[in-house]
């Protein structure tokens, strides 16, 4: 058994830096701030059996920003802490939830937001959606996390390779309709699309302009933006990279 762990290690390592060499975190913790920020490559993370408990859950938007950027590092660099999944959580979970963000990603089965984040059982309320599209129901889903239980950060997690938006890209060209309610995605994603670019270009400019414009429609509802405006929430746009699991802010 030691004798199999230990080049298992090795390479988990050599990983791990090969990692923190091609894209480190950039920019503050503070809302203004460009991207998404982690603590410092020295923190050691917590034993993974340590619940973070209600009272040390973020409760600021800044807060809550920090906390994902810090899971978002550990995701990557193979540290994962695997919080608030201990016996005492669950249990302490049947009496109520306090998430603390409201993620609204794709569906895509490679960008699990509570394991992206590094978050464990009642820390995320997530809504999944093909290419972020929002209707109704996405809507009244994110409402009720910000309005019902005072969730103070909405984030839209967009990410590379995003099937959905090369769809509707390929149907906008083609011009051709999708099978079914596939039609219904690229419609709402088509507006975004950026034709001052071609090929691969195209679809990837889409992927970010599309994460601004379901950003700004969310942050444009009346309930959403009264509390904006008094500090008590924020909407910012994020994208995840497959290559190296980085995730930052789009602005």
Same mark, same amino acid.
């Given at each position: 058994?030691?004798?199999?762990?230990?080049?298992?290690?090795?390479?988990?390592?050599?990983?791990?830096?090969?990692?923190?060499?091609?894209?480190?975190?950039?920019?503050?913790?503070?809302?203004?701030?460009?991207?998404?920020?982690?603590?410092?490559?020295?923190?050691?993370?917590?034993?993974?059996?340590?619940?973070?408990?209600?009272?040390?859950?973020?409760?600021?938007?800044?807060?809550?920003?920090?906390?994902?950027?810090? %899971?978002?590092?550990?995701?990557?660099?193979?540290?994962?802490?695997?919080?608030?999944?201990?016996?005492?959580?669950?249990?302490?979970?049947?009496?109520?939830?306090?998430?603390?963000?409201?993620?609204?990603?794709?569906?895509?089965?490679?960008?699990?937001?509570?394991? #992206?984040?590094?978050?464990?059982?009642?820390?995320?309320?997530?809504?999944?959606?093909?290419?972020? /599209?929002?209707?109704?129901?996405?809507?009244?889903?994110?409402?009720?996390? #910000? @309005?019902?239980? %005072?969730?103070?950060? /909405?984030? #839209?997690?967009?990410?590379?390779?995003?099937?959905?938006?090369?769809?509707?890209?390929?149907?906008?060209?083609?011009?051709?309709? @999708?099978?079914?309610?596939?039609?219904?995605?690229?419609?709402?994603?088509?507006?975004?699309?950026?034709?001052?670019?071609?090929?691969?270009?195209?679809?990837?400019?889409?992927?970010?302009?599309?994460?601004?414009? /379901?950003?700004?429609?969310?942050?444009?509802?009346?309930?959403?933006?009264?509390?904006?405006?008094?500090?008590?929430?924020?909407?910012?746009?994020?994208?995840?990279?497959?290559?190296?699991?980085? #995730?930052?802010?789009?602005?």
């Amino acid at each position: 058994m030691n004798s199999e762990d230990t080049p298992l290690r090795s390479i988990r390592r050599a990983f791990a830096r090969r990692s923190l060499l091609r894209g480190g975190f950039a920019g503050a913790v503070a809302l203004g701030g460009a991207g998404l920020a982690a603590a410092p490559a020295s923190a050691a993370p917590s034993p993974a059996s340590a619940p973070r408990g209600t009272a040390a859950r973020p409760t600021t938007a800044a807060e809550a920003l920090k906390e994902l950027a810090a %899971g978002n590092r550990r995701w990557r660099t193979f540290r994962e802490r695997h919080p608030d999944e201990t016996p005492a959580v669950r249990q302490s979970l049947t009496k109520g939830q306090h998430p603390f963000a409201v993620v609204l990603g794709c569906i895509d089965s490679r960008v699990p937001p509570e394991l #992206v984040f590094d978050q464990g059982l009642g820390d995320l309320m997530t809504v999944r959606t093909a290419g972020e /599209v929002l209707d109704e129901a996405v809507l009244g889903s994110i409402a009720y996390g #910000v @309005l019902e239980l %005072g969730i103070p950060l /909405v984030v #839209v997690l967009g990410h590379q390779s995003c099937g959905a938006v090369k769809a509707a890209v390929q149907a906008d060209l083609s011009g051709e309709p @999708l099978p079914a309610h596939i039609q219904y995605l690229a419609d709402q994603i088509a507006p975004t699309i950026d034709r001052t670019q071609d090929g691969d270009a195209r679809i990837d400019a889409t992927i970010d302009a599309n994460i601004r414009a /379901v950003r700004s429609r969310l942050a444009g509802e009346p309930d959403l933006a009264e509390r904006i405006a008094t500090g008590k929430l924020a909407v910012v746009g994020a994208r995840y990279e497959l290559t190296n699991q980085l #995730v930052h802010r789009i602005v």
